[in-house]
């Protein structure tokens, strides 16, 4: 078993371009996307954090939660990977992405029975196309310097650092758990609405 503490990351930094409103502030069942996912990960994590950009920093929903404020601009999620990395170099991080309805506690439960794989990431494998699903993942030991060598090259799309590192893929335990919300299509066949 590993001695590291394990910390969740809930990624909330994105610009939600396509969708055209705040995705961590869409609703289920009541709560919003984010805090939904938040509290999912800290029931698992011994400590959980919101990663989000300075200009969200102050957003009330996101203000409820600890932050860790992105220190790189324009880098996507691994902008906020890496920022979490930084601030706590000695943790290994279970990063879950906010736009993820159908998240469970089963889907985080098969991450973390395989986190001793001695592996660097842990990673679903897509159902729809076999690639690592790296935005509901563990970065494990090691995992800071291959992100941060990645992102030196220029490469800054964590699917394909999983894809080119040392990965344990599993199977998922739900298919439809890692489906995320982009567009105000994707919105209307969900199960989220819009904040009111």
Not at 3 to 10: A, I, M
Not at 32 to 50: E, H, I, N, P, Y
Not at 72 to 82: C, I, K, Q, R, S
Not at 108 to 126: D, I, Q, T
């Amino acid at each position: 078993m590993s001695e590291r503490p394990l910390f969740g990351l809930v990624l909330a930094g994105g610009k939600s371009r396509r969708m055209g409103v705040d995705k961590a502030l869409l609703v289920h069942d009541g709560e919003s996307q984010l805090a939904r996912t938040v509290k999912m990960v800290d029931g698992v994590a011994d400590r959980t954090f919101v990663s989000t950009r300075a200009a969200q920093s102050d957003e009330p929903e996101r203000a409820r939660f600890e932050q860790i404020i992105d220190q790189y601009d324009d880098m996507g999620p691994v902008a906020g990977v890496l920022s979490a990395m930084n601030e706590h170099p000695d943790v290994d991080w279970l990063v879950v992405a906010c736009d993820l309805p159908n998240i469970s506690r089963r889907t985080l439960a098969g991450l973390l029975a395989e986190r001793n794989s001695g592996k660097p990431f842990v990673a679903y494998r897509s159902v729809h196309n076999d690639l690592p699903e790296p935005l509901c993942a563990i970065y494990g030991e090691g995992s800071d310097a291959i992100v941060r060598d990645f992102a030196e090259r220029g490469i800054r799309c964590p699917r394909k650092i999983m894809i080119n590192s040392d990965t344990c893929l599993i199977d998922q335990p739900e298919r439809d758990a890692l489906d995320n919300i982009n567009t105000p299509d994707d919105l209307k066949r969900s199960i989220l609405e819009e904040s009111a």
